[in-house]
């Protein structure tokens, strides 16, 4: 089984869906892994009550952070930002299928933890990812 999940990520590392931009965001943050040097913003439209019609992430970073930003905001498509408020770190842990190491565990994290900062409101959105 950890075959499959291996191959998953390396696909979404390779070939993210959700890699881009959003136009006219109601969310926009990013923050980065000073230790490996991953780096991650966080794109997000909502509609009028709430649910995301649209997120996207750019940055740069190992197969880890970039297959599980991609996966998570797959996963978010269509969700309150209640439900992703609620949202355990664990969820990106399933996402992943994957033990992980202590180090990967912050790269697997990077896109959640930019998510939820974003989502709540958190600290002054920066911009120093250049538009892919």
Not at 49 to 73: H, N, P, T
Not at 107 to 121: H, S, T
């Amino acid at each position: 089984m950890e075959d499959l999940y291996r191959e998953i990520i390396i696909e979404r590392y390779k070939h993210p869906r959700f890699k881009g931009r959003v136009e006219d965001p109601d969310i926009v943050y990013e923050d980065e892994n000073p230790l490996c040097g991953d780096h991650i913003r966080v794109e997000v439209k909502l509609d009028e009550q709430g649910y995301v019609k649209e997120a996207r992430f750019q940055g740069e970073g190992c197969a880890i952070s970039i297959a599980a930003a991609d996966l998570l905001l797959e996963s978010i498509q269509g969700k309150h930002v209640d439900d992703i408020k609620a949202l355990p770190k664990e969820f990106v842990f399933d996402l992943i299928g994957l033990k992980l190491s202590p180090a990967r565990v912050k790269c697997a994290l990077l896109g959640y933890k930019v998510l939820k900062a974003g989502i709540y409101g958190l600290g002054e959105p920066t911009s120093t990812v250049p538009p892919s």
